[in-house]
């Protein structure tokens, strides 16, 4: 299994990002992607997670109305929509692959490389 995130970048506040993991090497098309990402000095934390095969989504409280998961099943893609983007999101951003959505990272055996997303001022 392989995960690969992009679009990550530097974004002023208030702008928008759309994050994109390519996932490959599943067995089957029923598998979770979750986004977390982790500040320096923070916790790792989970952002939104989707089912793949039934299109199940969860989001962190502290997530909605500004980040929308979704999935182009074609593509083998899931994509992280961030918009009104403030200082404190500036993190680097991972996607992760387990059997079930969720956003405990203990659950997700595997993950990309990560993609920094740095929101200024």
């Known amino acids: 299994v392989q995960l690969a995130e992009s679009g990550g970048a530097l974004v002023q506040a208030g702008g928008s990002l759309r994050l994109s993991c390519a996932a490959s090497?599943?067995?089957?098309?029923?598998?979770?992607i979750a986004w977390f990402r982790q500040a320096p000095g923070k916790e790792r934390e989970g952002i939104s997670c989707i089912s793949t095969s039934e299109g199940i989504t969860d989001l962190a409280d502290a997530m909605k109305g500004r980040f929308t998961i979704s999935n182009d099943i074609a593509k083998s893609t899931v994509y992280l929509q961030m918009d009104s983007l403030a200082l404190e999101d500036t993190a680097v951003y991972y996607c992760?692959?387990?059997?079930?959505?969720?956003?405990?990272?203990?659950?997700?055996?595997?993950w990309g490389q990560g993609t920094q997303v740095t929101v200024s001022s």
């Open positions: 992760a692959a387990a059997p079930v959505c969720g956003m405990v990272a203990a659950w997700y055996a595997w």
């Open positions: 090497g599943f067995t089957s098309d029923d598998y979770a």
